[in-house]
């Protein structure tokens, strides 16, 4: 197997890899990726707590909070971090959810999805420069019919709150 590297940014690189697979010379353009947390989490009234955030070229999409994980830093603390810094509210535990792989077929990502319990308003939201979001508190039931509907359109969101409906027996 020979790696190429051919871009190598702040959250993602791209290297090119010649492979051979039962006898076949084969190529493979594949991002590299650490990795993310997702946090489905409820407030004290029982509402979910999502983002609204700017997602070019998407526009404004409403998610669960999430965010990549750190060099060297667990899925978990992840999760506890991001969701303090995203929303404001301190969890005291993660439980997983689910993990899964956003783009099998060209990206080493996994996403890591928690349900965050134990939540605990904690101070104010700490954006990175670049991020622009709002806090959304959202019905269980209406963000399923969302997902239903087309209305959601991010992956970790419509994976998350599945999985834990399915697991409620919801659906």
Known sequence: MKKTKIYDGKILGLNIYDLTIRGRKVKREIIEHRG???MLAFDEKGKVILV???RYPHGYVLEIPAGTLDKGESPKKCA???IKEETGYSAKKMTSLIAYYPSIGYNKEVIHCFLASGLKKSGSLKLDD???ISVVKMDLKKLIQMIKNGKI??????CAVLTYAAKKNLL
Not at 153 to 158: L, M, Y
């Open 36 to 38: 993310a947390a997702a």
């Open 52 to 54: 609204k955030q700017h």
């Open 80 to 82: 506890f971090r991001e």
């Open 130 to 132: 670049d991020e622009i």
């Open 153 to 158: 359109i991010d992956s970790k969101t419509i």
